[in-house]
């Protein structure tokens, strides 16, 4: 059994129409949520083995704002060009790539990809708000497992409740 959660990055900023998609910061509403979202999680007990992002700045810096409050280690927080704008079945191929040895995995990306995985999961379809954290169960002995439909949705965690 692993345990894979899917977070939607926070409020980014929209206030500079110059700056590349990649390069958005997060907003002061994102900047806020992300750290409240760790820390809820960590008050529930959350624990996690890996953080993987998007390499976009907003996903970073949620990623690691989440980390810290869990008490992620540094190294275990892994950039991922490859969640940057990916669909849901690109994502949950992020997840069945990871080491078997992990038992607990985040992803921090995008939408629509992040609802589309969620919904490919675990067949539950929830249009995830920025700073969204979907917790499901995956009833696999190995990541490489990991397909359409072995997920089940155990917790949705939005900033708003």
Do not use: Q
Not at 4 to 13: I, T, W
């Amino acid at each position: 059994m692993k345990t894979l959660f899917l977070v939607r990055h926070a409020k980014s900023d929209w206030g500079d129409p110059w700056l590349a998609d990649h390069d958005r910061p997060l907003n002061a509403r994102g900047e806020r949520d992300a750290p409240a979202t760790g820390r809820r999680l960590a008050e529930r007990g959350a624990a996690v083995d890996v953080v993987v992002t998007s390499t976009a700045v907003r996903a970073r810096t949620t990623a690691r704002a989440i980390a810290a409050a869990l008490g992620v280690p540094e190294d275990r927080l892994i950039e991922d060009e490859g969640l940057y704008g990916a669909s849901g079945p690109s994502i949950l191929a992020v997840a069945a790539g990871l080491p078997d040895a992990i038992g607990v995995a985040m992803l921090v990306g995008h939408n629509p990809g992040m609802s589309e995985a969620l919904r490919d999961l675990t067949g539950e379809w929830a249009d995830l708000p920025t700073c969204a954290v979907a917790e499901c169960r995956v009833d696999v002995d190995a990541w490489a497992e990991l397909v359409e439909g072995t997920g089940a949705l155990v917790r949705l965690d939005t900033p708003r409740g």
